[in-house]
């Protein structure tokens, strides 16, 4: 007793002392060639997955602290009394401000109804001033219904010129599936003024006019936003003469130094420049400024000079036509010594005043 296979045990017996340690062997000294080969270093990471692997994480680790970023505000966001779904949709747009409670507004009368809201005349009963409430109602909460909400709010609260129309707030509830923007409240619009047949606009009078709206205009570019249905229904009036620019519905963010295609499909027929009735999709502050132009026109007509019902049969000819007369009413008035130019609007409405086209 005492060995299994072979090998001695290392339990003291009586009979025999108990083995004595061995001694512990030195490290081996440096020149030293030991029996043992010495062991080879794991390979070096290659460095390119070193960074491919530091920046996966990098990456992982922001996506993380941005969702808890947007989860914490979209929590403050529904909190404060938004509902989820606009906060989930749209929170950049809302985001800063709390909604308005619908009873803390009385409405007084339907001035306006669109394809997808209604428009309200009503007073705030906290500070009794008299206000336009635009109505939209989302019935199936769709995402890009919301999202396109959204980027006229972000658009309108990106804007602040006395011819631009500025939005004081939102009307909205946790239960609500419609949602209310609160606008300054404006007497008139210049298509109705100009279907007026006792109101005819002086000289002076569409000057001021045409000033204030290529004044907001000229904003709204600066700021990188193109309104794309300026008409004379989205042109505001108080009683004044103070003209503001109003429904940005169809509007959209722009930047000139980066091209992208955007939809053709905008600016209502009689306003529509004729890049956009050939299908362009690359285009800029143009398509705003040929609408204004066809507002000055309409302004000294006393009618809109190219009501055409198709983009081809109609709106294609009128809008060359009205390119030519332009073109020889600007030779036919520059003088001989090309130092300015003189034009007599009286003469160019004239010109203008072709007989519609049926």
Request: hydrophobic share 35%; net charge neutral.
């Amino acid at each position: 007793m005492g060995c299994v296979h072979g090998r001695p045990s290392a339990v003291p017996t009586p009979d025999r002392p108990p083995p004595e340690p061995k001694p512990e062997q030195a490290p081996p000294q440096e020149g030293d060639k030991g029996d043992q080969p010495a062991p080879v270093p794991a390979p070096a990471e290659k460095p390119a997955r070193k960074e491919r692997r530091s920046r996966s994480s990098r990456s992982v680790a922001e996506a993380r602290l941005g969702g808890s970023f947007a989860n914490r505000a979209r929590g403050e966001q529904v909190a404060a009394g938004w509902p989820a779904w606009l906060s989930a949709v749209a929170g950049e747009a809302i985001d800063g401000w709390t909604p308005r409670r619908a009873d803390s507004f009385e409405k007084i009368d339907k001035i306006g109804q669109g394809t997808y809201s209604n428009v309200y005349k009503a007073r705030d009963t906290v500070s009794g001033k008299i206000v336009a409430l635009k109505k939209v109602r989302f019935d199936n909460l769709e995402p890009e219904s919301v999202r396109f909400m959204a980027r006229e709010i972000l658009i309108l609260r990106r804007l602040d010129h006395p011819s631009v129309i500025k939005i004081d707030g939102l009307v909205t509830s946790r239960m609500s599936c419609s949602l209310y923007l609160v606008f300054e409240y404006m007497e008139h619009d210049l298509a109705g003024l100009v279907a007026s047949p006792d109101i005819k606009f002086t000289e002076p009078q569409v000057k001021c006019y045409m000033n204030q709206l290529l004044s907001g205009l000229e904003h709204c570019h600066d700021r990188g936003v193109l309104h794309r249905d300026i008409k004379g229904s989205n042109l505001l009036l108080d009683n004044n003469g103070m003209l503001k620019i109003a429904d940005f519905g169809l509007a959209s963010f722009f930047d000139p130094s980066r091209k992208q295609p955007m939809t053709s499909r905008v600016v209502t027929l009689w306003y529509r420049p004729p890049e956009l009735l050939l299908g362009a999709t690359d285009y800029g502050v143009g398509v705003d400024l040929w609408s204004a132009g066809c507002i000055l026109a309409e302004l000294l007509a006393g009618r809109p000079i190219m009501p055409g019902r198709t983009e081809v049969s109609n709106n294609i000819p009128n809008s060359l036509k009205c390119l030519f007369i332009l073109f020889v009413a600007y030779n036919s008035y520059v003088t001989k010594s090309c130092h300015y130019i003189t034009v007599d609007v009286g003469e160019i409405s004239e010109h203008l005043m072709w007989p519609e086209t049926h």
